[in-house]
């Protein structure tokens, strides 16, 4: 992962080479493409071909093969629909000339209209609790053979509750990590979404692994997102604490589907995600 916020920016926001067509790159590790860098990039090209006024509000991709690190990604944007208040893009990202990812973003102009939300649940505050850089540093000192220390960059995460990755128990589908982006993002909001997209990604596999004695990279387990949606309910910033609420209602047929709500501080709900992933248990 880029080491500082503006080489991740470098990474996230791809360069434009014609109207509706869009390169982007990868940091060398990991091996393979990291799925939130790739529904990131895909939501900033379409980004780029709409008009200032409308806002992204919901995403729909599906990831298809593996990226390549070392090769760049073409995006072609499709303008499927422009409307008096909403826009469609549907975004194809490819690599030697196959699609790795493809999704479906909408955009509207922002209006007022009926509010509700749910209520976040009450978790200690980030200031609370320890970095999960730290705790895998830790780890990783005890346990060389199993547990790699993993760059974070930027992102800063702080769970509310660390699983035991050594030996992981069987326990209720349910986790909360506090993320944070280090440094100033400004002002732009879809430079926000961008980061949030590329974040969304966190957590949402492992919590599917809960309920089961396995953890993420687990030899036994053969996994990989399948699809992942994406909805910006109200305005926010990364560079301020949001809370990750996730859960997972259900896994079967080697697939695992999970659900995440994004908090701010002040618990306003922001942003969900929705999830479902390859779980599958190896035999060998």
């Known amino acids: 992962m880029p080491t500082n916020l503006e080489k991740l920016l470098q990474y996230l926001e791809v360069d434009a080479i014609d109207k509706y067509l869009f390169i ?17 990039q895909s939501l900033n090209a379409a980004i780029r071909t709409v008009p200032h ?30 409307g008096r208040s909403f826009t469609t893009r549907r975004v194809v990202a490819k690599q030697d000339g196959c699609a790795i990812f493809n999704t479906a973003v909408s955009f509207q102009i922002p209006e007022e209209g009926l ?14 609790l320890e970095s999960e850089q730290k705790e895998l540093a830790k780890l990783a000192k005890q346990y060389p053979d199993r547990i790699q220390t993993w760059n974070f960059g930027p992102i800063e995460r702080r769970r509310v509750l660390a699983r035991d990755r050594i030996n992981p128990q069987p326990q209720e589908p349910v986790q909360h990590i506090w993320f944070k982006v280090r440094g100033d993002v400004g ?18 596999l492992g919590t599917a692994l809960y309920p089961h004695p396995y953890a993420p ?18 305005p926010f910033r990364v560079d301020d604490y949001l809370l990750y609420s ?3 209602p259900n896994s079967a047929a080697g697939r695992g589907f999970s659900r995440g709500s994004f908090y701010s501080r002040d618990g306003v709900l922001v942003a969900s995600s929705a999830q479902e ?3 599958r248990l190896r035999t060998d």
């Open 53 to 82: 006024d409308r806002m992204a509000h919901s995403l729909h991709g599906y990831f298809l093969r593996p990226g390549d690190p070392l090769k760049q990604i073409v995006y072609e944007v499709d303008p499927i629909r422009d």
């Open 24 to 40: 982007g790159k990868s940091p060398k590790r990991p091996a393979r493409i990291f799925g939130g860098q790739v529904l990131a």
């Open 277 to 279: 992933a390859l779980l």
């Open 187 to 204: 002002a732009d909001p879809r430079r926000h979404q961008t980061l949030l997209a590329y974040i969304s990604d966190f957590g949402l």
């Open 115 to 128: 509010s509700h939300q749910s209520t976040m649940p009450d978790v200690p505050p980030p200031e609370a």
């Open 217 to 234: 990279h687990s030899r036994r387990i053969q996994e990989a997102s399948l699809d992942h949606a994406l909805w910006f309910h109200r």
């Open 246 to 248: 996730l859960d997972s």
